[in-house]
């Protein structure tokens, strides 16, 4: 079965970095997402993404965040001056075969661990 | 505004039946989920139901939607060690999944 692969599975970084997290969504999918779980709390929403260009994006998901899909495989998330509080477990996300099915069931990836230090 | 709420831990003895309940406010969506989490591991999806059923049954799994009072719930049959786990209820708003803080879910043997 298809599946969504992201890496790395862990990053470890010094506050003021910058990271990209990296995800191959599955194949042939329309939309794309990235949510994070800080530990222990709710899977938050941050941004979604479609015929290259984002469609909607949460509070979280501030001017130091982007997302790009640079190729026909790879969605990424960039993060470019890291704090503490960005530490997360972050999932990528993707779904729908039809424009029309923007909302069917997403496929998630088994996560980034991200730890700013 | 948009909130899933669910209790956050359910004990069940192996063999039993396990219900875990959501509560969520938004009217329009169109899909609800059930997502399982395993410890260190990425959300796996269950099932789903589409906003215009009642019920929908899927081998130890059924899910039931009473859409007036905005009420999920998830029930497994012959609860096993193996299903142990965080169990995640979401639905749809827009382009973004919503989903609730989760239920833990201990079985024991």
């Known amino acids: 079965e298809p599946e969504v692969t992201q890496t790395p599975s862990h990053q470890v970084t010094q506050m003021g970095q910058e990271v990209i997290l990296r995800c191959v969504p599955i194949s042939n999918h329309l939309y794309f997402y990235w949510y994070r779980q800080i530990l222990g709390q709710k899977v938050e929403f941050l941004v979604s993404?479609?015929?290259?260009?984002?469609?909607?994006k949460s509070e979280i998901f501030d001017d130091q965040f982007s997302v790009e899909r640079p190729d026909g495989s790879n969605f990424t998330l960039k993060i470019r001056s890291t704090k503490l509080e960005d530490s997360a477990m972050y999932f990528c996300?993707?779904?729908?075969?039809?424009?029309?099915?923007?909302?069917?069931?997403?496929?998630f990836g088994n996560g980034t661990r991200l730890t700013v230090t | 505004g948009e909130d899933v709420e669910q209790s956050l831990f359910l004990s069940v003895r192996e063999g039993d039946s396990s219900v875990i309940n959501c509560t969520y406010t938004d009217s329009s969506s169109t899909y609800l989920y059930w997502y399982k989490q395993e410890p260190g591991a990425g959300l796996q999806l269950l099932t789903y139901?589409?906003?215009?059923?009642d019920m929908k049954q899927d081998q130890r799994l059924t899910v039931l939607l009473n859409k007036k009072d905005k009420h999920l719930s998830l029930r497994i049959a012959d609860t096993q060690t193996g299903d142990s786990a965080i169990y995640f209820c979401?639905?749809?708003?827009?382009?973004?999944?919503?989903f609730g803080a989760g239920t833990r879910l201990f079985v024991k043997a």
């Open positions: 139901i589409f906003s215009n059923m």
């Open positions: 996300a993707s779904s729908a075969l039809l424009r029309s099915s923007y909302n069917s069931p997403l496929h």
């Open positions: 979401a639905y749809t708003g827009g382009f973004k999944t919503i």
């Open positions: 993404f479609y015929n290259n260009e984002i469609s909607e």
